[in-house]
């Protein structure tokens, strides 16, 4: 597709509960970075992707987050044992390499956590 | 401990008129602005940017104004359109990649037609 694509892009889910959030950034873009914006906060970043490698995790919030990339395309962050804080919009963006410092995001993830 | 502050939640401004959003920093190690534009149920599209060697930055019409003694950029939007009426959020980058983006709360821009 044209721009970064996300699903769902509505998930709510029961405490507890593991998800997984998809990303499929511009075809090209070897970065890929996932922020989240709770409400009532900016974006927060959570990780960085270059290629399939993440050099920088530095803002995932607790052990219970993750995320890969393969074939240095797609992307999922999964949330384990989901809680209530974790209810958020979760949004991927994507560059073409790490020098853009504009990215281009997709559409996000809402995530409610009951 | 928010580095990038958008203290106006909320701007409502006549068709026509101009619109000035503002955005305050804390980190003096900034030197890349950007401004996001952001509709409902879509995700934020870079508006403009601005770098610390500059003090003004004009796109049709979109001018950012950095005032770095003062930590201070303000978005203006001259003339507003209802088109306009979204959510506006300030980032702030002392490196460069959007892993090194800080972003303030975001204001919500309403142009009454």
């Known amino acids: 597709g044209a721009g970064v694509s996300q699903s769902p892009s509505n998930k709510v889910t029961e405490k507890g509960k593991d998800v997984e959030l998809r990303c499929d950034p511009i075809s090209g873009h070897t970065a890929l970075y996932w922020y989240r914006q709770s409400l009532g906060q900016g974006l927060e970043f959570l990780i960085y992707?270059?290629?399939?490698?993440?050099?920088?995790k530095s803002g995932l919030p607790s052990d219970r987050f993750s995320a890969e990339r393969t074939g240095g395309s797609v992307s999922t962050l999964t949330i384990q044992r989901t809680q209530q804080e974790d209810s958020a919009v979760y949004l991927c963006a994507s560059s073409l390499n790490q020098l853009n410092t504009e990215a281009f995001f997709g559409q996000g993830t809402r995530l409610t956590v009951v | 401990d928010q580095q990038v502050k958008q203290n106006s939640p909320s701007l409502s401004v006549q068709e026509g008129r101009i619109s000035i959003l503002n955005c305050d920093y804390t980190?003096?190690?900034?030197?890349?602005f950007l401004w996001y534009k952001k509709y409902p149920a879509e995700g934020p599209t870079f508006l403009i940017s601005?770098?610390?060697?500059?003090d003004k930055n004009e796109d049709g019409r979109f001018t950012v104004f950095l005032n770095k003694s003062a930590k201070h950029l303000s978005l203006h939007i001259v003339p507003s359109q209802p088109g306009d009426s979204a959510v506006y959020f300030c980032a702030a980058s002392a490196r460069t990649g959007a892993n090194n983006l800080f972003f303030g709360t975001g204001t919500r821009l309403t142009v009454i037609p």
């Open positions: 601005i770098s610390s060697i500059k």
């Open positions: 992707f270059q290629g399939n490698s993440a050099p920088d």
């Open positions: 980190n003096s190690m900034f030197d890349y």
